[in-house]
């Protein structure tokens, strides 16, 4: 059973107020991974992992194609460079009340091989400790929540991408609702223990209220009673009763306010995935042939299609959100370390290309200097043995083979 401790000396808030501030948490957890070949969908249920119910599923994937389509256009979302792949609901048994008791698994697919697991964990209303949530989160905790997922998700892990656990990033949402309480409460009550929670931090040690007032005026939220961060580990959406209004989660659906902001999440990751898996492979080995070569740089062009505007740049929602993931995340690091790597696979290109235009030119060089000097030792030998025909071929054959001999000695040294 998995042991999470409670420490009573966390339970009091920031401003001295007894802990008695309820809400409702639900985390969406992606793990970056890239699938070693093409992925056409499940094939089996796997063991641990139930059907999603069909209800839910639909209204799921209904909600997200929604957003989807408002957010990145419809041109975009009809090219299928992503798709959205349920796998299933892992249930999390014999586990404290206040835990989430199932997880929703979903697999989001690029076109160029990088992918996220994707996992909606509900909680049930509970009161406001941000030390229990890091806790679950954690994904070191011996037999905690990430751990027990991974018992059931990494034989399927393992059979798309050859690895028993995720390859890239770990990254989490936290999401809270406050159906009894406006921001401003849980701001005056909760505002340090928000940024640990933001940073994934386990001490209890205080913050300093500088760097807390710098976290929290970070808000890209843009609804009244809302606060969205983001940091380096970890995103938070937060909201009050006062921007509730059909809001709830009662459903099992994230709620509809988040959407936005967990799908600009998806596609940063992606984006990272997609750079990283271009960097690697960049880095590992060059191509042998122009043709091996000239196909790589049109994958990785192909695949950069999104970070040069498909995605992030021309129809991005938010511009804040985007650039501070970029900046978070090291994308533009990234891209540059692509970019780099890229000129110099279009450097290889050209360098062996000429080198291939340099070998033609000294073949053809030999070949065409040793046929003009045998055609002028045949005139030669044609005065000499008029009626000797097989002297005149001698002497011609002779003379190609000698001058084209000496003219490789003389030129190789050139070429090399």
């Known amino acids: 059973m998995m042991e999470i401790t409670h420490n009573t000396s966390r339970d009091t808030t920031d401003s001295g107020f007894p802990e008695d501030l309820a809400v409702e948490p639900a985390f969406m957890l992606f793990f970056s991974i890239h699938l070693h070949g093409a992925f056409t969908g499940f094939t089996r249920q796997s063991a641990g992992i139930a059907p999603l119910p069909p209800r839910q599923l639909e209204d799921y994937d209904t909600q997200f194609a929604r957003f989807e389509t408002q957010l990145l256009g419809k041109t975009f979302v009809e090219t299928h460079r992503i798709t959205r792949w349920p796998l299933g609901r892992i249930a999390l048994d014999n586990l404290p009340g206040d835990t989430p008791a199932y997880a929703d698994v979903y697999l989001i697919c ?13 909680a049930p209303a509970q009161p406001f400790d941000t030390f229990r949530w890091i806790g679950w989160l954690d994904p070191d905790a011996r037999d905690g929540l990430i751990e027990r997922l991974w018992r059931v998700l990494g034989p399927v892990n393992k059979e798309i991408t050859g690895k ?7 990254f989490p949402v936290t999401v809270l609702r406050a159906p009894d309480h406006p921001l401003t409460t849980i701001l005056e009550r909760h505002r340090t223990n928000l940024v640990h929670l ?5 001490s209890a040690r205080p913050l300093k209220p500088r760097l807390v007032d710098e976290e929290l005026s970070h808000d890209y939220c843009t609804r009244e009673g809302g606060l969205t961060l983001l940091a380096r580990r ?21 709620p509809k306010s988040v959407m936005p902001f967990l799908l600009t999440i998806e596609l940063l990751l992606i984006e990272r995935a997609v750079l990283v898996h271009l960097y690697q492979q960049l880095s590992r080995s060059m191509p042998g042939s122009v043709d091996e070569l000239l196909a790589l740089k049109q994958e990785v062009l192909d695949a950069l299609e999104e970070y040069y505007g498909t995605i992030t740049k021309a129809t991005r929602f938010s511009d804040a959100v985007t650039i501070e993931g970029e900046r978070l995340f090291g994308l533009g690091d990234l891209y540059e370390g692509v970019i780099d790597r890229l000129d110099t696979v279009s450097f290889a290109i050209t360098t062996r290309y000429q080198k291939r235009m340099t070998l033609l030119q000294f073949w053809l060089t030999i070949v065409f200097g040793a046929t003009e000097i045998g055609f002028i030792a045949s005139g030669i030998a044609a005065w000499y043995y008029r009626t000797n025909l097989g002297a005149v071929l001698g002497w011609t054959m002779g003379a190609s083979l000698l001058s084209g001999l000496v003219l490789v000695l003389l030129l190789r040294g050139k070429i090399e």
């Open 164 to 170: 028993p656990a995720w390859s890239g990033l770990y």
């Open 198 to 202: 933001l940073f994934l931090d386990h």
């Open 110 to 122: 690029h076109t160029s091989g990088a992918a996220l697991w994707e996992i909606w964990l509900p």
């Open 234 to 254: 970890s995103g938070l959406d937060l909201h009050g009763r006062e921007d509730l209004a059909g809001d709830m989660h009662d459903t099992g659906l994230p």
